[in-house]
């Protein structure tokens, strides 16, 4: 299988991005992490809401919302 066929995404953060997150203080990391979370809920579709769901609690992805 290419990578391709794969699918899903890559992402590449610079040695600059690193020492600059190096640099936030705990409270600031803390911050930038819940707004990632909420755009990341904001943004997602109602199918990878249910996806992500059932990943949270554990059900195995070939059950659906059965339980």
């Given at each position: 299988?290419?990578?391709e066929?794969?699918g ?7 040695r ?8 936030l ?43």
């Amino acid at each position: 299988m290419t990578r391709e066929q794969r699918g899903g995404f890559r992402y590449r953060v610079s040695r600059e991005q690193l020492e600059a997150f190096g640099k936030l203080t705990l409270l600031q990391r803390l911050e930038w992490l819940d707004q990632a979370r909420r755009f990341t809920l904001m943004a997602e579709t109602p199918e990878s809401a249910a996806r992500r769901e059932r990943l949270r609690r554990g059900v195995p992805s070939g059950n659906d919302d059965n339980q």
